[in-house]
């Protein structure tokens, strides 16, 4: 899944090497391929408890791609947190988090 992710981010020769490496031929291919994946893997049925998630954490400092960032969520159910990388703040809500 995260090398999925980083596909989203990346473009050019880069994008298609992530794909190569998943042996995709498509970003098509690769969403709905990521999302059977996560549906087969997700379940919370009161006897098998694996609860998924995957999220993105960025630099407030730093402007980022909203089509990107939706991409992340929509397809890789993906959450984005932002803050001052390194603050007490930032590292206590990705601790918890996590």
Do not use: P
């Amino acid at each position: 899944m995260a090398l999925a992710m980083l596909a989203e981010t990346a473009d050019g020769e880069s994008r298609q090497q992530i794909l190569d490496l998943l042996h995709t031929d498509s970003m098509e291919t690769l969403r709905n391929n990521a999302g059977i994946l996560w549906n087969a893997n997700y379940c919370d049925d009161g006897t098998v408890n694996s609860l998924l998630a995957s999220s993105v954490w960025l630099n407030n400092t730093i402007m980022y791609n909203e089509n990107t960032l939706k991409m992340l969520a929509d397809n890789y159910y993906a959450s984005s947190f932002s803050g001052t990388m390194g603050s007490q703040e930032y590292n206590k809500m990705l601790q918890n988090w996590l």
